[in-house]
């Protein structure tokens, strides 16, 4: 296993296993004793990452820390460090009391707190890396840390998918596709006659005797990853969807006596209209995720069609290889980070609609790429105007893919590691040995 790899790798088994030794319920407590679950919660994991990095982990030359969490671990970190004559490196990928600030308030006393922790045990770091220039600039000026810009690179699975993976991807997702729980929309199986074991014919794709082709009146697919929580308004896609479909409407000319079974009989029989419809694909789990659904259900659009899924590691990367553009409704906590999950549409080619913040056009480029949106108005327009035409007459959209091929094909993350890691770990570890 490569070394960035493998550093990752152990990292997040260590951090799974503290998440083990931790009641998952703590919520049912009493309120009243909250306070003192927050502090006992770093305690007990500080004692078990300490006696981890102390005891079990043979010595190494540096120990590479991903922040946040923040609280135990940076203090954990050091003082092993400390223990074991190690150097001790962090990588700075957001701030650890932002990210607790949105469920306490940035006032909380526990939130102030939680930032000395911080800011005081970074300082103390023998070298940085951050995710951002935006942050770098940051740690530089109000921290008094120096960091070397690293950026997120997608691993080599992410990539564009074969037409083959495509039509055997969508064969074994046909029954969740085309076969929703309490919905008929456009994409279901009543409309388009797809059955559920079907392995000629899926929404997208056809296979006719060794030939597999795309359908040239398919839904254009689009894919989004949410954690389903407050801080990603998943409320503004939902807004899109239904001003997409009632524009579409409008330029089409139809009226609200359309019959929807009408209009899918003739999307069934190949007919294509200048506008496709869409099918949104949500992937992810989290608590908000059942009261979406329930509103989804009530939609009622008729060119455009919602599922959520979790699947395997797996297929989703063959899902954002497969997909036509991807929404990422991500916004930092901090204002300087970057949503791993658009490095990995990259990864893919998948061109990405992006909620707008402060530092995301150093991951999306504007028109080369994606675009950006801070309003569901604003989304619904970029899908009115990349689908327009769609699947051979959309040139914005495949000039944003071209862009998001290019950076996907160019960028990897062993070769930023190589130029910007691995120099300064190599010189933080030259002096920790002098």
Same mark, same amino acid.
């Given at each position: 296993m490569p070394f960035p790899s493998l550093v990752r790798h152990l990292w997040k088994w260590t951090l799974l296993h503290m998440e083990m030794q931790w009641p998952k319920h703590s919520h049912s407590f009493p309120k009243i004793l909250y306070p003192l679950m927050l502090l006992l919660k770093p305690i007990t994991q500080f004692m078990v990452l300490l006696w981890f990095l102390c005891v079990k982990v043979p010595p190494p030359d540096a120990f590479i820390v991903q %922040?946040?969490?923040?609280?135990?671990?940076?203090?954990?970190?050091?003082?092993?460090?400390?223990? #074991?004559?190690?150097?001790?490196?962090?990588?700075?990928? +957001?701030?650890?009391?932002?990210?607790?600030?949105?469920?306490?308030? #940035?006032?909380?006393?526990?939130?102030?707190?939680? #930032?000395?922790?911080?800011?005081?045990?970074?300082?103390?770091? +023998?070298?940085?890396?951050?995710?951002?220039?935006?942050?770098?600039? !940051?740690?530089?000026? %109000?921290?008094?840390? /120096?960091?070397?810009?690293?950026?997120?690179?997608?691993?080599?699975?992410?990539?564009?998918?074969?037409? $083959?993976?495509?039509?055997?991807?969508?064969?074994?997702? %046909?029954?969740?596709?085309?076969?929703?729980?309490d919905v008929r929309d456009c994409?279901?199986?009543?409309?388009?006659?797809?059955?559920?074991?079907?392995? +000629?014919?899926?929404?997208?794709?056809?296979?006719?005797g060794t030939d597999i082709l795309l359908r040239p009146n398919r839904p254009a697919l689009v894919v989004s990853s949410t954690s389903w929580t407050p801080d990603e308004d998943f409320g503004i896609l939902l807004e899109a969807a239904v001003m997409y479909d009632r524009r579409v409407a409008a330029l089409l000319d139809e009226n609200d006596s359309t019959d929807d079974g009408v209009l899918w009989k003739e999307i069934s029989d190949g007919k294509q209209y200048l506008y496709p419809r869409l099918l949104f694909i949500i992937t992810g789990k989290g608590p908000e /995720? !059942?009261?979406? $659904? $329930?509103?989804?259900?009530?939609?009622?659009?008729k060119r455009v069609a919602f599922r959520t899924m979790w699947l395997s590691a797996e297929d989703y990367p063959l899902l954002l290889g497969s997909a036509d553009l991807g929404v990422c409704l991500h916004t930092s906590s901090s204002g300087l980070d970057l949503p791993m999950k658009v490095v990995d549409m990259f990864g893919c080619g998948l061109p990405v609609c992006a909620v707008s913040f402060s530092c995301i056009e150093e991951l999306v480029k504007v028109e080369k790429n994606g675009l950006l949106f801070s309003s569901s108005s604003e989304l619904a327009d970029e899908l009115l105007m990349l689908f327009r035409g769609f699947p051979d007459e959309c040139d914005?959209?495949?000039?944003? /893919? %071209?862009?998001?091929? $290019?950076?996907?094909?160019?960028?990897r993350w062993a070769t930023e590691w190589e130029e910007h890691a691995k120099p300064l770990i190599s010189e933080v570890i030259s002096r920790n040995l002098k």
């Open positions: %922040n946040p969490p923040s609280v135990p671990t940076l203090v954990a970190v050091k003082w092993a460090s400390s223990w #074991r004559k190690s150097a001790f490196i962090v990588d700075w990928h +957001n701030f650890g009391y932002t990210l607790l600030g949105l469920s306490l308030g #940035r006032r909380s006393l526990f939130v102030s707190i939680y #930032r000395w922790f911080e800011k005081h045990y970074g300082q103390m770091a +023998n070298g940085s890396l951050c995710v951002t220039r935006a942050m770098q600039h !940051e740690l530089t000026q %109000n921290w008094g840390i /120096k960091a070397t810009v690293l950026y997120d690179q997608p691993p080599e699975f992410f990539r564009p998918t074969l037409l $083959e993976e495509k039509h055997k991807l969508f064969c074994r997702l %046909n029954r969740y596709l085309c076969h929703p729980l994409v279901s199986s009543e409309t388009t006659g797809i059955g559920v074991d079907d392995q +000629n014919d899926t929404l997208f794709t056809t296979q006719i /995720k !059942e009261k979406y $659904e $329930e509103k989804i259900r009530r939609l009622n659009l914005s959209l495949k000039s944003l /893919k %071209n862009g998001a091929l $290019e950076m996907g094909s160019s960028a």
